[in-house]
C-alpha cells in the first residue's frame, strides 16, 4: 500500500527558508510532486520531478525560490523552500504525478511577516 508521509514544516521569518522531506513507501513512481493547500483554498501542485531526477516543473509563484529533488534510494522526495513569503504558507503535501492514492497528512508551513 503506497504511503506519504511528509515532514520539516515549521515556523519562518520572510526571507527565510524550510527544507521538507517527503517519505514514500510501497513502491517509486517516475513523477512524485509536491502540493500546497492554503487555509480554505483548493490543493494546488508546486513542483514536480522525474524519476531521474533532470526533469523539473515548478508553478510560476514559487519559480527561483523552490527546488524539488529526490533520492530514490531511499524513495524521499525534498522541496527547498528559500525566499519565503507569507503567501507560501499553507499544508504541503507530497504524492506521485499525477496524483493518486491516499494522501499524508502533510506538513504545515507558516510564514511570519
Known amino acids: 500500500q503506497v504511503q506519504h508521509v511528509e515532514s520539516g514544516g515549521g515556523l519562518v521569518q520572510t526571507g527565510g527558508s524550510l527544507r521538507l522531506t517527503c517519505a514514500r513507501s510501497g513502491g517509486a513512481t517516475y513523477f512524485m510532486g509536491w502540493f500546497r493547500q492554503p487555509p480554505g483554498n483548493e490543493r494546488s501542485l508546486v513542483a514536480n520531478?522525474?524519476?531521474?531526477?533532470?526533469?523539473?516543473h515548478y508553478t510560476s509563484a514559487v519559480k527561483g525560490r523552490f527546488t524539488i529533488s529526490r533520492d530514490n534510494a531511499k524513495n524521499y522526495v525534498y522541496l527547498q523552500m528559500n525566499s519565503m513569503k507569507p503567501g507560501d504558507a499553507a499544508g504541503y503535501y507530497c504524492?506521485?504525478?499525477?496524483?493518486?492514492?491516499?494522501w499524508g497528512k502533510g506538513t504545515q508551513v507558516t510564514v511570519s511577516s
Open positions: 504524492s506521485s504525478y499525477p496524483p493518486g492514492g491516499p
Open positions: 520531478i522525474n524519476y531521474m531526477g533532470d526533469v523539473t
